[in-house]
């Protein structure tokens, strides 16, 4: 199975689960995450995206030209990969990955961690075939409301919460100061 995903812990979770996978990050040449798929062994190609600015200027010119050519690159990145499902986050940059995977009619997912869903997200929601949220309350900012299904945020698998006073220490907070961790279940299901 050929799979372009995003984000990286989903894409170790799949590993796990799948046998034969093989995964294609795609993201903007040297931002951070390139180097960070790469440390973890997995292919990275590059498109060119941009943010859509709110106001009428010549970055708001930039940016659809910028994205014009995503666009295109996307389309040739699907074309040769060949991935039999596409998974982005809510940014910018899936934007045109995602959605030349749906046009080719191979299956797609979003998942938006943000409680207002952002333009991507809404953009793609009736495009794609599944979108997936952290909140409940981002699913009356989403025009579809067919294909949503609540999932809460993907977490690190290596989340470590046993730390000790002497962890604490190393990180600046006082022995005699109480700590909390909050962790929630955004699904809003009981464990």
């Known amino acids: 199975m050929d799979?372009?995903?995003?984000p990286l812990q989903c894409a170790k979770k799949l590993e796990k689960e799948i046998n034969d996978i093989e995964i294609l990050y795609v993201g903007i040449k040297g931002k951070p995450e390139e180097r960070i798929v790469k440390k973890y062994g997995y292919k990275f190609r590059p498109i060119?995206?941009?943010?859509?600015?709110?106001?009428?200027?010549?970055?708001?010119?930039?940016?659809?030209?910028?994205?014009f050519k995503g666009f295109k690159e996307a389309k040739k990145i699907i074309k040769e990969f060949k991935p039999d499902l596409v998974i982005g986050t809510g940014g910018y940059v899936c934007a045109p990955i995602l959605y030349q995977?749906?046009?080719?009619?191979?299956?797609?997912l979003i998942h938006e961690s943000n409680s207002f869903p952002g333009i991507t997200t809404r953009f793609l929601s009736n495009k794609v075939d599944l979108v997936c949220i952290s909140f409940e309350e981002a699913k009356k900012h989403i025009k579809n409301?067919?294909?949503?299904?609540?999932?809460?945020?993907?977490?690190?698998?290596?989340?470590?919460?046993n730390y000790t006073k002497e962890d604490l220490e190393k990180l600046g907070i006082k022995?005699?100061?109480?700590?909390?961790?909050?962790?929630?279940?955004?699904?809003?299901q009981k464990p």
């Open 145 to 161: 409301q067919k294909n949503i299904h609540i999932t809460g945020n993907p977490v690190r698998g290596n989340f470590n919460t």
């Open 3 to 6: 799979i372009y995903i995003l």
């Open 175 to 188: 022995k005699d100061r109480p700590v909390v961790f909050l962790l929630e279940d955004q699904t809003g």
């Open 101 to 108: 995977a749906s046009k080719k009619n191979i299956k797609t």
């Open 48 to 67: 060119e995206a941009m943010g859509l600015p709110r106001k009428i200027s010549k970055r708001l010119f930039k940016s659809l030209i910028t994205n």
